[in-house]
Each structure stands twice: as structure tokens, then as C-alpha cells.
Nanobody
């Protein structure tokens, strides 16, 4: 099984950028669809972006497309989420997750492994 550790969160002003990293260990991420999710206080955990096992296909929630970019470095066993033009409503805990499946899923219940999360706070 794979272990996931996120980093890169923090406090940023609206309009700023952050790059989150998800370092995997225990198994190569090439075996997994990788996703980024987020959960704001009082809200359900929602998908932000996902990447196919090769990285050749990606998915973005509409409100993130054009601002966020998911990428993966399979050699480094790491997944990234570049977040630009951040808004206060992007404030949440961001989670990295791995799904042992062949195709991208938007369903959080399809993801088998989760990191501990990293807090992103966007001030207005």
C-alpha cells in the first residue's frame, strides 16, 4: 500500500499562488489514479483535480479549471497541485488521495489511500 504526505499549504493573499506537494512512499504512484480533494469547515470533501496513472489525462472541477494544475512526477513519486489566482473561497484543508483503478474517478469513495491534509488559507 501507499503512504501519502502533503506539504506546501499556508496563508496567502487573494490573487496569490501556492504549490502543494504530495510525496508518496511504499508503492509507486504509477499504480494509482491520483487526486486532490479539499474540505472547508462545515462542508463535504470535494474533488479538486485528478490525474490518470500516466498523467496523460486530467480532470478539474469547473471552478478550479484554468486556475489549478495537477501534475505528477512518477520518477520522484510525487504529485503536485499548482494553485494560481487564489480566492478566499479556496480556503480549506487539501488532501491528496490515491485510487487503485484504471480510470479517473471524481468519487471520493473510490480513493483508497489519503494523506493527512494541508491547510490552505486565502485572505481577502
Amino acid at each position: 500500500q501507499v503512504q501519502l504526505v502533503e506539504s506546501g499549504g499556508g496563508l496567502v493573499q487573494a490573487g496569490g499562488s501556492l504549490r502543494l506537494s504530495c510525496a508518496a512512499s511504499g508503492r509507486a504512484i504509477t499504480y494509482y489514479v491520483m487526486g486532490w480533494f479539499r474540505q472547508a469547515p462545515g462542508k463535504e470533501r470535494e474533488i479538486v483535480a485528478a490525474s490518470s496513472r500516466s498523467g496523460g489525462s486530467t480532470y478539474y472541477t469547473d471552478s478550479m479549471e484554468g486556475r489549478f494544475t495537477i501534475s505528477r512526477d512518477n520518477a520522484e513519486n510525487t504529485v503536485y497541485l499548482q494553485m494560481n489566482s487564489l480566492k478566499p473561497e479556496d480556503t480549506a484543508v487539501y488532501y491528496c488521495a490515491a485510487a487503485q483503478r484504471l480510470t479517473i474517478s471524481r468519487n471520493r469513495n473510490e480513493y483508497n489511500y489519503w494523506g493527512q491534509g494541508t491547510q490552505v488559507t486565502v485572505s481577502s
